[in-house]
């Protein structure tokens, strides 16, 4: 018999450290004078650009973000370095990536009420793990004490719904019972604090989702998951082309080249009408109709896209309440975002209210989950 699946806890943690806009713009700009003092010659003879200044008021105007939280902030504002120090650890030592894993997994343990006996599974799915193996979620497994498997997985900004997607299809083909999904997003060795376009996109934070049989979930607020739908579509516009093959073929892992970057504009019109488009097909597998869903747990990049994707969805301007916006306080948070807006803002809806969290972005991938209140 084919299992109704509920999500039955959600665990969020978030660094101790915060980067205001006014912080990251100070330092940048700081560096930008020194880059262009350095480079003062070459700059006058036309053969380099000269660094312009970021502001922190187009940053909030053009994304939402005020603010965002990162795992270690020393060195990521000096303008020596732009990178944060995050020292090497021995390998008998728990990894960065499964200390955050660990602080959002035992929450969301906390709010499912279960013990490590009861799950199955750990999925550690992200934009980036932090070594190739053993896998994270093995690691978070073994320092948990659960029997069972895990294993990562790397989707991009849709890392989390598509580890959601293969948690609900192993409970529904019954190959486990308890599924947790983690997404240790620890985005800022990856963010070119040297490039104004994007140095202020993204933030860390780690969050964990528990999916288990409906028969066997006790926890207060429960969301049945009532279908999944994927799509992805290759685009070059979001490219980290960081990775394993750079020693071989003489990379330097410094380039620009090799950190986030992205065709910002062309994203945003592109991935838009993509998202509507798929959002709207599949609320309309279960017959239901933009009106018809109570909230939208939307995937945090930018807030004008996501006013835009609820334009096209409701045909009016979302307000907190239709479309939890957390990118003031978050920053784009790689898979985490829809989840960290699902996190804080489910509880009160009442039985039998429709939601959906949907991700969207790099690859280009989009992740869906149709959910409803018990
Ligand atoms: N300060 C001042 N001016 C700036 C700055 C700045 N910091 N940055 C750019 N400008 C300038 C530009 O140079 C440009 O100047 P000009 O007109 O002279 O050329 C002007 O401002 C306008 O620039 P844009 O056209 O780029 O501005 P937009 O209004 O398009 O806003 C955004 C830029 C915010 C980047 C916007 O395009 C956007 O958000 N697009 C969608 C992006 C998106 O969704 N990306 C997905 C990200 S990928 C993801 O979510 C997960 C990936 C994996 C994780 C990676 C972890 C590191």
Redesign the pocket.
């Known amino acids: 018999m084919s299992q109704s699946v509920v999500i039955s806890g959600t665990g969020l943690w978030k660094p101790e450290n915060t980067i205001t806009n006014e912080e990251l713009v100070e330092s940048y700009n700081a560096y930008a004078d020194k880059y262009n003092a350095e480079n003062e010659v070459l700059i006058t003879s036309g053969e380099v650009a000269a660094k312009p200044h970021?502001?922190a008021g187009?940053?909030h105007k053009?994304?939402g973000i005020k603010s965002r939280y990162i795992y270690k902030k020393e060195g990521a504002l000096d303008i020596n370095r732009m990178m944060p120090v995050i020292p090497a650890r021995p390998d008998d030592a728990l990894s960065d990536q499964a200390e955050i894993a660990l602080h959002a997994a035992k929450k969301a343990m906390a709010a499912a009420n279960k013990t490590a006996q009861d799950i199955d599974v750990i999925i550690v799915a992200c934009?980036y793990t932090q070594r190739s193996y053993p896998a994270i979620a093995i690691e978070v497994q073994g320092a948990l004490g659960i029997e069972g498997f895990g294993f990562d997985m790397l989707v991009?900004?849709s890392a989390a719904t598509f580890g959601l997607h293969r948690g609900y299809e192993m409970i529904k083909a019954g190959t486990a019972n308890c599924v947790m999904v983690i997404n240790p997003e620890l985005?800022s060795p990856?963010?070119n604090y040297k490039n104004?376009?994007s140095h202020?996109?993204?933030g860390d934070v780690s969050v964990a989702t528990i999916l288990e049989k409906a028969e066997t979930a006790t926890s207060k607020h429960q969301y049945e998951i009532l279908s999944t739908k994927a799509l992805t579509h290759f685009s070059n516009n979001?490219r980290?082309n960081f990775g394993y093959v750079l020693n071989a073929n003489n990379g330097n892992p410094l380039a620009a080249e090799q950190y986030?970057y992205?065709f910002?504009?062309k994203?945003?019109k592109e991935?838009c009408p993509m998202a509507a488009k798929h959002i709207s097909e599949h609320i309309a597998k279960h017959n239901l109709t933009s009106d018809n869903i109570k909230r939208w747990w939307l995937h945090q990049?930018?807030i004008n896209?996501n006013r835009l994707i609820c334009k096209m969805l409701l045909d009016r301007q979302p307000s907190q309440e239709d479309a939890p916006i957390v990118l003031d306080e978050f920053a784009?948070t790689?898979s985490a975002g829809s989840l960290i807006a699902f996190n804080l803002y489910n509880e009160d809806l009442e039985s039998g209210d429709s939601g959906l969290i949907c991700s969207f972005?790099?690859g280009y991938s989009i992740g869906s989950l149709v959910v409803r209140k018990i």
Request: hydrophobic share 55%; proline share 0%.
């Open positions: 970021s502001s187009f940053i053009a994304s934009a991009a900004c985005t990856q963010v104004r376009d202020f996109i993204f979001i980290s986030f992205q910002g504009r994203v945003f991935v990049a930018n896209m784009n790689a972005g790099a």
